[in-house]
């Protein structure tokens, strides 16, 4: 572990150690490494990653900033990136008046933010029965956790099949996950097995796309099966993992219902999954 990076409280420094006070960092400090905006709305970056931190892909983390009362500002994010991956990626919308994303939204690189080392999450596959297809299921920032899923090989050991429905309002709004599949589909090292696996499904609900439609309709008027040439949902062979707004997680669980899936848990691994991709009605 980098100790520039792991000092904490500036207020418990010892007289003793004034050089250190001086250069206080944040409690839980990680490194930002790059930034990309993708819309007015959206943006990724990466950071560093401490290096005793353990995570399966799917799941999530608090991070943060400290806030105007000297307090840390943290918020639940899904780890985009993959657990194999030396940095950390995050896939973050940007609330106009939001406390944390409408500071979080000017990071820079070389700026620091606050990652709390304690991933937790239902989005992973010990939470699921062994399959032949697996669905990620997501609208909008939803797609973090599948963007991490979609780059571990153990996604593709476990299934014949993974198939990544992502819907957006508009185009631009899905561009960070189709150039992650694409990105994915050349990647020297985990190409090869992705090829042929990995089917992507975007459609857009707002603007006129070549594929369009919210993906609760698109399951259930099979339209999807028929596109890309697969059986209906059924619970012997298909598993899913759902991550959107609330509205979202409860429509669509009803539809993998009348396919006969369960929603399995850490716990208790069934069929599907489900984790909000945030809290709160959106915006
Ligand atoms: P908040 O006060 O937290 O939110 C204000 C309002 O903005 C909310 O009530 C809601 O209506 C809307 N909103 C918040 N987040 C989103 C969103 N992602 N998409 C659409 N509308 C939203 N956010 C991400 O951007 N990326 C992630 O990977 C991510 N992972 C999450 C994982 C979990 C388990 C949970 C519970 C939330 C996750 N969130 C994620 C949401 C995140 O925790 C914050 O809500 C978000 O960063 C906004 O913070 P804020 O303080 O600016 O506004
Ligand atoms: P729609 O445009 O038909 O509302 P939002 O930007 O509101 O979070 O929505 C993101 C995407 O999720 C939009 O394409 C939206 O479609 C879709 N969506 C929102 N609510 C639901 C729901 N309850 N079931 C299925 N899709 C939904």
Redesign the pocket.
């Known amino acids: 572990m980098n100790e520039s990076l792991t000092l904490t409280d500036a207020a418990s420094q010892t007289p003793a150690a004034p050089a250190k006070a001086a250069k206080a960092h944040l409690p839980d400090a990680q490194i930002v490494t790059s930034v990309k905006h993708w819309t007015d709305r959206l943006f990724s970056f990466r950071v560093t990653r401490p290096q005793s931190l353990r995570f399966r892909s799917g799941e999530f983390v608090m991070i943060g900033l400290m806030g105007d009362n000297g307090k840390p500002l943290l918020r639940a994010y899904s780890i985009a990136s993959p657990n194999w991956d030396e940095a950390l990626e995050f896939y973050s919308i940007k609330v106009p008046d939001g406390p944390l994303t409408s500071k979080l939204q000017h990071i820079k690189v070389g700026d620091e933010i606050i990652l709390r080392p304690k991933p937790v999450g239902t989005l992973v596959h010990d939470a699921l029965l062994p399959g032949k297809r697996i669905w990620f299921l997501a609208?909008?920032t939803g797609i973090a956790p599948f963007a991490s899923l979609m780059r571990d090989p153990e996604t593709y050991e476990k299934y014949d099949q993974v198939i990544m429905m992502h819907?957006?309002?508009t185009a631009d709004e899905l561009e960070y996950g189709r150039q992650l599949v694409e990105n994915l589909k050349a990647d020297e090292l985990i190409g090869e097995m992705v090829e042929g696996k990995l089917l992507y499904y975007p459609t857009?609900?707002?603007e006129e796309t070549p594929h369009m439609g919210?993906?609760?309709d698109n399951l259930t008027s099979g339209k999807v099966f028929q596109d890309l040439d697969l059986p209906r949902m059924n619970q012997a062979e298909d598993r899913a993992m759902v991550c959107?707004?609330l509205?979202?997680n409860?429509?669509?669980k009803a539809v993998l219902e009348s396919f006969g899936l369960r929603e399995g848990a850490n716990s208790g691994p069934l069929e599907y999954v489900v984790e909000k991709a945030f809290v709160g009605e959106?915006i």
């Open positions: 609208t909008g819907t957006c309002r857009t609900t707002r919210r993906i609760t959107g707004s509205a979202f409860v429509d669509v959106g």
